[in-house]
């Protein structure tokens, strides 16, 4: 789930910015230590929406920079379990595939791209067995989080599945709606 979440930090301003306006430069900090932070209490911050209240600095002896008590706005994701996503295929291996969730990275596992025996492609393709469905890269789909795990916090890992009904590619459940439609009519 995106989130807008308020925080507040002491923002450090070296001194070879103090040429600068002091929201200016204390934004440009909070971008530095918080866009791409990972934590297991805010999850993905995507982007610092905003910087609010940025109060009087204090210069630490030794240092020379000043420090800022910032108040400011991130824009987070937040990965639940059983959440509902639409991710991009960026990546397809022998194991499964790789999906953009949109700045953050989940993986379906081939075990869980379909309800069918699915086989591996040189061509970078999951294909169905049974019911010969594919999935490709750069294919939009429609997924469940299933695992999430901040073990290691450099490279958490987001785990999906597409084998529930509503789940998978937007073709199948745009193909399904419409078959579906067709025998309500009859």
């Known amino acids: 789930m995106f989130y807008q979440v308020k925080a507040?930090?002491?923002?450090?301003?070296?001194p070879q910015m103090f040429n600068m306006a002091k929201r200016d430069a204390v934004l440009a900090n909070v971008k530095?230590?918080?866009?791409?932070?990972i934590s297991k209490e805010l999850g993905f911050v995507i982007n610092v929406v905003d910087v609010h209240g940025v109060k009087e600095g204090v210069i630490v002896p030794g240092d020379g920079a000043a420090y800022y008590d910032t108040e400011f706005e991130l824009l987070t994701f937040k990965p639940e379990l059983n959440e509902l996503v639409f991710a991009k295929i960026r990546d397809i291996t022998d194991f499964g595939a790789f999906m953009d969730l949109g700045g953050v990275e989940g993986m379906v596992h081939i075990s869980q791209s379909m309800d069918d025996f699915v086989s591996f492609s040189k061509d970078k393709v999951l294909q169905g067995k049974k019911s010969n469905q594919s999935i490709k890269v750069n294919d939009n789909c429609k997924a469940r989080i299933i695992a999430v795990s901040y073990k290691d916090m450099n490279n958490p890992k987001i785990g999906l599945s597409m084998r529930q009904e509503g789940l998978g590619k937007l073709e199948w459940l745009d193909q399904q709606n419409v078959e579906s439609t067709e025998s309500n009519e009859e």
Do not use: G, L
């Open 32 to 37: 530095a230590t918080y866009e791409n932070f």
């Open 8 to 14: 507040k930090d002491f923002i450090r301003v070296p």
